[in-house]
Every structure is written in structure tokens, then in C-alpha cells.
């Protein structure tokens, strides 16, 4: 069991993606925005990651921050997106599309073939079917709460719902505290994580006046990055629990 295991790490950044395939990681999933919760990352990025790293690149396809329903203008974004994304060398894409009265956009995620997230989908165990019946390779998941712990029990649901079908992957606040149990309590094979830790900045000038962002945003000069030796604990704990 513990040989099929496999983690996914959050990246935004080279040194992120460098880290986590340190530390252990079997997939990353490259984004950037992570404080919109992941858009998509620019090519620059994604060409330069690759050079660095060996595992799986798995690119977002989110065009900007806030809800899953999209306009014929986002749309036309995200197919560009793909295309580009997936010449430059994206091993999979990370995606979701919903309707307004939020059920998955089968006809869009169907064009746009990846990974769905379908936390904010209305019915999970009918996300769940609509996703098998397209071919989706896998589902990342919270269990519909505000973390894969809180979530637990709707995942355990849709694992066994899964029957195999279609691989479940918890993500959402997982860290050395809660991994073994959410492990053992859903019974996952894949798991989703960031495994971040703060650094301070390398400036030596700085001007606490202006801010580059919404309130909300990160500290001007404060970096996360992606933390070997959590991703190297994260992957031990899961081997073992396994």
C-alpha cells in the first residue's frame, strides 16, 4: 500500500517546485495566487520548473479569483490556456467549471479535460458521477468543508463511492498533525498539499508605506516556499501510516 502512495505538492514558485521533488514529492501541482486559492501560473514559470524537476507537472487553469462559473470570455482564456500550457510541457492540467446553480459544467470540463476540485459543487456524490462518466482522472477534495480534517467523513463517502473509478485526493490544511488521521480515516492513496513555511525577504530596503496588494495579500517581505523537511515528514508519516 505504502509503495502506491503518492503526494502532491502546491507550488508557485522554481524554488517551491525544486523543494517539494526534495523532499519526496510525486507530483506538483503549479500554480500562482495561492492566497486567491491557485490561478493560472504563466509560461515562464512553467518552462523554467521543468528544467528543475523531474516529477510530473500538473498546471491550474483558472483565469482569475472568485467563483466557478465562467463567461464566454473567461472560457476563450482557459482553451488558450490549455493549449499553451499543454505544448510547453504540462504533464496534466488542474481545473473546475460550474453551471450557475452549481453543478459541474460537463460540457466545458469535458473540452477542457484534467483534474476537477468540485468543493463548491451542489451535490458531491452527482459531481462525483458526472466527473467518473467523463473520464477524469482524479478528484481533489476538502470533503466540501473548510479542510480535508473538518471534511473527512464526506471524503470516506466518496472514496467509497469511487469504487476505484476515479482516484479521491484529500487536500486542504493538511500538516504533520492531522495527516495520519485523515489517512487512516478515508483510506487515500494520493494526498494534496502545500507544506509551506515562511522566510523573511532578502531586502534590505524597505517601505512599509506602500503595499503591493489588497489588504489580504502576503507581507511585501515575507516569502512561503515549499519546506523540504515538511514535505520529507508529511511523505514519512503517510508511508508508515500506509
Not at 503518492?6 to 514558485?13: A, I, K, N, P
Not at 523543494?19 to 493560472?40: D, I, K, M
Amino acid at each position: 500500500m505504502a509503495d502506491s502512495f503518492l503526494m502532491e505538492v502546491c507550488v508557485d514558485s522554481v524554488e517551491s517546485a525544486v523543494n517539494a521533488e526534495r523532499g519526496g514529492a510525486g507530483r506538483l501541482e503549479l500554480c500562482t495566487s495561492l492566497l486567491e486559492g491557485g490561478l493560472t501560473p504563466s509560461l515562464g514559470l512553467l518552462q523554467v520548473v521543468k528544467r528543475y524537476v523531474k516529477i510530473p507537472v500538473y498546471v491550474m487553469i483558472r483565469p482569475r479569483g472568485g467563483d466557478f462559473l465562467y463567461s464566454d470570455q473567461d472560457v476563450e482564456v482557459m482553451r488558450r490556456d490549455v493549449e499553451l500550457m499543454k505544448s510547453h510541457g504540462a504533464d496534466g492540467l488542474v481545473l473546475g467549471a460550474l453551471t450557475e446553480d452549481g453543478r459541474v459544467d460537463a460540457e466545458l470540463c469535458m473540452e477542457l479535460l484534467g483534474i476537477v476540485t468540485f468543493d463548491v459543487a451542489h451535490d458531491p456524490a452527482v459531481a462525483l458521477e458526472t466527473l467518473v462518466s467523463l473520464g477524469f482522472e482524479r478528484v481533489l477534495t476538502s470533503g466540501c468543508d473548510s479542510s480535508a480534517l473538518e471534511g473527512l467523513p464526506v471524503i470516506k463517502r466518496i472514496i467509497d463511492q469511487a469504487k476505484g473509478r476515479i482516484i479521491i485526493m484529500p487536500g486542504g490544511g493538511i500538516t504533520e498533525r492531522n495527516l495520519q488521521r485523515i489517512l487512516e480515516g478515508s483510506g487515500a492513496q494520493e494526498l494534496h498539499c502545500s507544506a509551506r513555511s515562511s522566510r523573511d525577504s532578502a531586502m534590505k530596503f524597505r517601505n512599509t508605506c506602500v503595499t503591493m496588494g489588497a489588504a489580504f495579500s502576503a507581507p511585501e517581505y515575507g516569502l512561503k516556499v515549499a519546506d523540504v523537511s515538511k514535505v520529507r515528514t508529511l511523505n514519512a508519516i503517510a508511508r508508515n501510516t500506509l
